[in-house]
């Protein structure tokens, strides 16, 4: 095999990969290269065929040479795959034309994760990080005929195995599932080596695009849109131009908006890199909103590279205007921490996200458009890329921008320390390098934080004794954390994203004493871990709640895709094999159900529950949250999505199915909250408002027993909720309420009422379940007769006494098939009606439709 000079090489392909995407004018599109690929184990030599992008996983299960590895038990019956060297080829021709380009670029958006790249025999590109996009120049390899692209996996684990032997520490990497923990060193996806909601299947494979781009003359490698000032009148900005010339000239840089030209500006390129500042200004600027607050307006950008009056090359950008602060200060509280949005400080509503799959190419635009289209009905505004899965796909972001969903962007650091030496550092630099300036012109994009917990292990965890490191060590690992979290991190950030909000690591405080909860965000988790009941988070409440959860299994439908019904036991060895929490898992689940509900009568009905369960604590958390604004600005729960499907803390599971947790986050999400609870004896009612206006509202408080009898009311008319707070309008003993009758034999409630149409309501039970006498409901629905959009269908549910939690189930429903309200309350002789999204009609419906209750689960 041939060599190429590898020091002028790799010189060349560090400066391409820091570049953003480029558009080609002055020749054809770039060409996608993911047809004719074909796989092989290196050691075996058999060529099979293969898909990209996509895995090694993946296409050893399209050839049936492995079982699912989410069915079941088989996640164990597939670990030998990382232990092996893989490669893939491409052949393909070209012809003497195809080579008569200045220059031709092979760009590969993603390998995973370390690959030996050859064209022709000829050794292109050595990577060994998966969150890097290489582009190189490879028009001197190619030939007119026959080509062939060949990269070559080498398996993370014995890639990595040499540094574990020579390192004299293990790293603290807990929720790495071998034993022997090789994630910390790999620059790869971390949540792949196993995590407590997920499976360890560590993939290679291209798992991003490759193209094929020819060019001439010169070409745009990325544009940086600065905003210098915005007002009312004026948005001032500066484009900044990264070109790269083969061609040595005069050119002109434009910017347009549409058809209108917003600058235009002569340059002289000189060969290689070339940066150019264009600025220019929009008057009268629409500003971008986060979801709920207002439009996302913005701006679809197009910088032009002309030359001889022909634009030769182009790069689009959505630009959204707008400013964003993270306020993190000390403060007469403790410490601040909220965001504030176009000058107005913005409470923040949504959940964590992780990686949808752990085969990540099989995540199609499909489902990052349902993913969106959900969080933004859900109410939410912000949601946290965490810091053990991936720097998403561009979609991601642009979705985030179409939805208004403000991003907290992790860097790729979770829950252990990591090497600190110069070749693991300069790895990545390039790696945050690149995805900043990927990232950094998306409106949605909030703030950067340096990791997931590791701040707040390394006080709390006892990680020194528990790993017997020697003070020496010890000293040496914080002083590595302190180099890449506190100086090389920061400094990247202000070299490519200056102005843009950084800090450390998340949580800031922690939450085993009293004034953690004074001091920026926190991660709380005396419920679940800790094993308080959900009762505390009416007390735990920090500055902003960046990670909180409880666990719930996913519906039978899912369940059924990976077990028999012979599994169905939450210890069957199917059911412990997907709770990737098994210090507390399953029996946590089953020891809080046992404290606020009765026994389940079978294993749906704990199915059900669980999701029951799941969802009323986090309700009780979100309105804890929002009732303490201003004190705390933000609620963030863990978490919104699976990668597989199993028992874990989410709200939608692996399939994009709704739980109960999604439904009652989309209604404590809503603009406005009507919330009681019970403070020093005294019922109290609030409403929150996340409204840039005052609102007249009336207030309606009742109490009734179980058969519906009114026991108590006031009205408070003509109340003034406020904007963008919290208040408490009501507060009375409890006793006023009860008027000595049984506290499980009375329900209260609160509804808003505006304009003389019901708004927001409350329910309040003043007894856990368990101890209410609930009697079977007779529940009845019909198909209502109002005009219906195609794939929607009304239907109108009524109840003849209190029916909690009221599930309707569609029978072999699709993912996206549910209704948009579900597991709510009926009061005595209350009608509801709701919207399903099917494109059933109503005959189809009434076969499949079933409707449960919270006593239909229990034991009888």
């Not at 992008?53 to 299960?61: A, K, M, N, R």
């Not at 252990?416 to 900043?436: C, H, I, R, W």
């Not at 507390?584 to 059900?608: E, Q, R, W």
């Not at 009734?704 to 408070?716: A, C, I, N, S, T």
């Amino acid at each position: 095999m041939k060599y190429p000079a590898l020091g002028r090489l790799l010189a060349a392909i560090f400066f391409l990969t820091c570049l953003t995407k480029s558009t080609y004018a002055a020749g054809p599109d770039p060409e996608s290269l993911t047809s004719g690929w074909e796989f092989a184990r290196v050691d075996e030599g058999i060529w099979r065929p293969a898909t990209v992008p996509g895995t090694v996983h993946t296409d050893l299960l399209a050839l049936k040479l492995i079982p699912d590895p989410f069915a079941g038990t088989n996640e164990k019956a597939v670990q030998w795959i990382d232990k092996k060297d893989w490669q893939y080829r491409r052949k393909w021709s070209m012809t003497a034309a195809d080579l008569n380009y200045d220059v031709i670029e092979l760009d590969f958006k993603g390998l995973d994760t370390y690959a030996d790249v050859y064209l022709n025999d000829h050794l292109i590109l050595q990577s060994h990080n998966m969150f890097t996009e290489h582009v190189i120049n490879v028009k001197s390899f190619l030939v007119a005929g026959n080509n062939e692209l060949r990269i070559v996996f080498r398996s993370p684990v014995k890639a990595d195995m040499p540094a574990f032997l020579k390192d004299s520490v293990i790293y603290p990497a807990g929720n790495d599932a071998s034993d022997i923990p090789l994630s910390i060193y790999a620059r790869k996806a971390p949540y792949h080596y196993g995590w407590d909601w997920g499976p360890r299947l560590v993939t290679s494979g291209i798992w991003r695009p490759v193209y094929l781009h020819k060019w001439n003359k010169a070409v745009i490698r990325g544009v940086w849109y600065q905003q210098q000032q915005l007002n009312n009148e004026k948005a001032e900005l500066n484009a900044k131009v990264t070109l790269e010339s083969f061609t040595v000239g005069s050119y002109s840089v434009r910017i347009r908006n549409g058809q209108a030209i917003l600058a235009n500006m002569p340059v002289t390129l000189q060969a290689g890199k070339n940066t150019v500042d264009v600025p220019f200004r929009i008057k009268s600027p629409q500003r971008w909103w986060p979801n709920g607050l207002g439009p996302q307006t913005g701006y679809n950008l197009q910088a032009e590279l002309v030359n001889n009056k022909e634009a030769i090359a182009q790069h689009q950008q959505f630009v959204g205007l707008r400013t964003i602060e993270v306020i993190n200060k000390p403060d007469s509280l403790g410490e601040s921490f909220y965001v504030k949005v176009n000058g107005i400080p913005v409470f923040m509503k949504g959940a964590n996200y992780i990686p949808q799959d752990n085969f990540l190419p099989r995540v199609s635009q499909q489902q990052y458009e349902r993913l969106f289209g959900d969080m933004h009905t859900s109410n939410f505004n912000m949601v946290r890329v965490w810091g053990g899965g991936i720097y998403e796909d561009d979609k991601f972001y642009e979705l985030a921008d179409k939805n208004g969903i403000l991003v907290w962007q992790d860097f790729m650091f979770a829950c252990t320390l990591y090497p600190s030496d110069g070749a693991f550092l300069e790895n990545v630099k390039q790696e945050v390098a690149d995805n900043m300036i990927r990232l950094r012109n998306h409106p949605s994009l909030a703030l950067w934080c340096g990791n997931n917990e590791i701040a707040v292990a390394i006080n709390n965890w006892g990680w020194q004794s528990g790993y017997a490191y020697t003070q020496l060590q010890w000293d040496h690992l914080l002083k590595g954390y302190d180099r890449l979290f506190k100086e090389l991190l920061p400094q990247l950030v202000q070299s490519y994203d200056p102005g843009r909000f950084y800090f450390p690591s998340s949580p800031i405080s922690n939450w085993g004493k009293k004034e953690d909860f004074t001091k920026g965000d926190n991660h709380y988790w005396g419920v679940w871990h800790g094993m308080e009941w959900f009762e505390a988070f009416n007390t735990h409440i920090p500055r902003f709640m960046s990670e909180y959860g409880f666990q719930s299994f996913p519906g039978m439908e899912t369940i059924n895709t990976f077990a028999a019904k012979e599994d169905y036991d939450i210890f069957s060895n199917v059911m412990q094999a997907h709770q990737k929490s098994p210090a507390k898992g399953n029996t946590a689940i089953k020891t809080y159900m046992l404290h606020y509900y009765k026994a389940p009568k079978d294993f749906p009905s704990f199915v059900y529950l669980s999701q029951v369960l799941q969802a009323e604590g986090m309700k009780m958390a979100i309105a804890a949250h929002r009732r303490a604004m201003p004190y705390c600005m933000g609620t963030l729960y863990w978490q919104l999505n699976d990668c597989w499907p199993g028992p874990s803390w989410s709200g939608r599971d692996y399939h994009g199915r709704w739980k109960a947790l999604q439904y009652y986050a989309s209604e404590a999400f809503r603009p406005r909250l009507v919330s009681s609870v019970i403070e020093e004896g005294k019922l109290c009612t609030y409403v929150v408002s996340d409204e840039l206006k005052d609102r007249t509202a009336d207030l309606i408080l009742t109490a009734v027993d179980m058969q519906g009898k009114q026991l108590y009311r006031q009205e408070l008319k003509n109340i003034t909720i406020p904007a963008n707070t919290s208040r408490k309008f009501y507060s009375t003993d409890t006793s006023a309420i009860l008027q000595g009758k049984d506290a499980a034999t009375v329900i209260y409630y609160a509804q808003l009422r505006i304009d003389n149409k019901d708004a927001e309501r409350d329910i309040f039970y003043f007894a856990p379940a368990k101890d209410m006498n609930l009697e079977m409901p007779q529940i009845r629905f019909t198909f209502g007769k109002q005009q219906q959009k195609e794939g929607e269908v009304l239907v109108t549910i009524t109840s003849d006494r209190l029916a909690r939690n009221v599930y309707l189930q569609l029978e072999g429903a699709a993912a996206a098939e549910r209704p948009e309200e579900n597991y709510f309350d009926l009061l005595p002789g209350e009608t509801k009606t709701v919207r399903l999204l099917t494109g059933r009609n109503p005959e189809e419906i009434r076969a499949a439709l079933k409707i449960t209750s919270l006593v239909d689960s229990y034991k009888h």
